[in-house]
T-cell receptor
Framework: AQSVTQLDSHVSVSEGTPVLLRCNYS??????LFWYVQHPNKGLQLLLK??????LVKGINGFEAEFKKSETSFHLTKPSAHMSDAAEYFC?????????????FGKGTKLSVKP | KAGVTQTPRYLIKTRGQQVTLSCSPI?????VSWYQQTPGQGLQFLFE???????NKGNFPGRFSGRQFSNSRSEMNVSTLELGDSALYLC???????????FGPGTRLLVL
């Protein structure tokens, strides 16, 4: 069965320092993986997606993620945090139907950015 | 291209009432999925509609229902509201051959 595990429920960084949000996945086939961001009281915005074309995926707002099959990981990084990055981030794996729908969401990681 | 829109953005209802939420997908998208988001349970899948047919359904009681119209707009209905139905309801649309879902801003429902 497909699943994602976000290893940290909360990450706090200082402005200008690197961001690392960790995600491990479980899939019986080569998965499609996504990172979404949700700012307070907003919907989810797609940051980036991996669909097997390249293991290093660049997204919006300077974020990128690397797919590592050997480690079953898809960690999200950004070289330098900005105050506007404070939000909740969801790692998501695509599945094919079922009662969980077409997307399996991690529990989310809340990113705090200190000035 | 306009994004996914949801109306209304905020709703306050009382227990026992019913509510209808609306979602307009991105132009050309024929798949619409609905999710409930709560602090305790996170994001939970409600159902997916494609070309006016329910293609997939989550584990929610029958009080939660939906439909999709010929223009791909979708509505979800919750009857006999309970306090636990207070949540952010998100809809997302995707193209026919695309896995990526694009989310609307959500409707925040408060049941008193």
């Amino acid at each position: 069965a497909q699943s994602v595990t976000q290893l940290d429920s909360h990450v706090s960084v200082s402005e200008g320092t690197p961001v690392l949000l960790r995600c491990n996945y479980s899939s019986s086939y080569s998965p499609s993986l996504f990172w979404y961001v949700q700012h307070p009281n907003k919907g989810l915005q797609l940051l980036l997606k991996y669909t097997s074309a390249a293991t290093l995926v660049k997204g919006i707002n300077g974020f990128e993620a690397e797919f590592k099959k050997s480690e079953t990981s898809f960690h999200l990084t950004k070289p330098s945090a900005h105050m506007s990055d404070a939000a909740e981030y969801f790692c998501v794996v695509s599945v094919y139907g079922g009662s969980q729908g077409n997307l399996i969401f991690g529990k989310g990681t809340k990113l705090s950015v200190k000035p | 291209k306009a994004g996914v829109t949801q109306t209304p953005r905020y709703l306050i209802k009382t227990r026992g009432q019913q509510v209808t939420l609306s979602c307009s997908p991105i132009s050309g998208h024929r798949s619409v999925s609905w999710y409930q988001q709560t602090p305790g349970q996170g994001l939970q899948f409600l159902f997916e509609y494609f070309s006016e047919t329910q293609r997939n359904k989550g584990n929610f009681p029958g009080r939660f229902s939906g439909r999709q119209f010929s223009n791909s707009r979708s509505e979800m209905n919750v009857s006999t509201l309970e306090l636990g139905d207070s949540a952010l309801y998100l809809c997302a649309s995707s193209g026919a051959t695309e896995e990526t879902q694009y989310f609307g801003p959500g409707t925040r429902l408060l049941v008193l």
